[in-house]
């Protein structure tokens, strides 16, 4: 454990805890021990090796994407659409005190699909799980899980600290370069200054210098970081804030997983819309419980009958391969 000292009026003020985010050897966490102790649990883990077989971590690095891609025009960040030749030499030339551009609205099966096949076999420890379901109701299903391509320089950062929305999970594999999470978890929430009541932004702007007299409650809260490197998976659980800020030039993929253990927060969260009639949301929560209990099903047979196709197709709860 490490200990962080804030300074306040030039002072030093108590400590904060600082956790490093535990680490695993994908080699020695075999999907079901890792559904078990993470996302059972709803813990993070950052996993070593997670996706040996992505052609990504052989070929994307910052020319491949302005060779290949530079003249797309692209979302970059809220509002602001640029070349991607440009958002990568701005990348290039991005330090600490003037960061470049951030890049995280990039939907890859929509905006650029034909990176998919650089990002295969599927990252055992992230898939789109239950938003992939054909069980899924039609409204909330998310084959592609949301995946979405980031990329940043040196001192670039996602733009706010938040949890994801729909109670999801996330998992975010780093191609190139470093970049370093500072996650909070959920039972800190009264500390980090959420935007408004029952809100997933966070107000804290800056994890690494905070404003101490505008966040004095953040003290109180611990803090968990971890760099993650080319190859390795970082688990974020779902209602966990979380931030990232690029450490060396860094590309990676990141997407949204609904799985069992998640599944009762995502029904709180798509049926707490205001202005809904009541027996509007309860009949919605109804039929989205008995959906779950039908995927449950589905997924203790595919876990029993790992070879069955029909059960796979249903279930989507787990990579399909032998030996996990
Ligand atoms: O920049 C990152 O790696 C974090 C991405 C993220 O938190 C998100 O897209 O919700």
């Known amino acids: 454990m490490t200990v962080a000292h804030a300074v306040q009026n030039g002072s030093v003020c108590a400590p904060r805890e600082v956790l490093p985010i535990e680490r695993r050897v994908a ?3 075999p999907y079901q021990e890792f559904f078990r102790q993470y996302v059972t649990a709803n813990r993070p883990v950052i996993i070593e090796g ?3 077989q992505w052609r990504a971590l052989r070929t994307w690095n910052p020319e491949f994407f302005k060779s290949h891609f530079g003249s797309k025009q692209v979302a970059v960040t809220y509002g602001v659409s640029q070349r991607l030749g440009d958002v990568i030499d701005a990348v290039i030339g991005s330090t600490v005190e003037r960061p470049g551009p951030y890049l995280h609205r990039v939907i890859i099966h929509q905006d650029m699909p034909e990176l998919l096949p ?3 076999p599927e990252n055992v420890y992230g898939f789109p799980g239950r938003y992939a379901s054909p ?3 039609h409204r909330f299903r998310r084959p592609d899980g949301y995946l979405k391509l980031l990329i940043g320089g040196a001192g670039g950062k996602f733009p706010l600290m938040h949890f ?7 998992a975010i594999t780093e191609i190139f370069g470093d970049k370093e999470f500072v996650l909070f978890s959920p039972h800190d929430t009264g500390f980090v200054y959420p935007s408004s009541e029952g809100s997933n932004a966070s107000l804290v702007d800056n994890l690494e210098q905070p404003d101490w007299e505008r966040f004095p409650l953040l003290r109180q809260a611990t803090e968990y970081r971890g760099i993650i490197h080319p190859g390795e998976t970082i688990f974020v659980p779902a209602g966990w804030w979380h931030s990232a800020r690029v450490v060396s030039t860094s590309i990676s993929v990141c997407l949204n997983m609904l799985h069992a253990p998640n599944w009762h927060g995502f029904i709180n969260e798509c049926c707490r819309a205001q202005g809904v009639h009541w027996a509007t949301r309860n009949a919605k929560r109804l039929y989205l419980e008995a959906t779950g209990a ?3 099903a589905a997924e203790n047979l595919q876990i029993r009958y790992p070879g069955a196709g029909f059960v796979t197709a249903l279930a989507k709860c787990s990579p399909a391969r032998p030996g996990l």
């Open 294 to 296: 039908i995927m449950n």
């Open 164 to 170: 994801d929305s729909d109670n999801a999970n996330a």
């Open 118 to 120: 650089d990002l295969t």
């Open 27 to 29: 080699a020695d966490l």
């Open 135 to 137: 069980l899924m109701p």
């Open 50 to 52: 997670a996706v040996p």
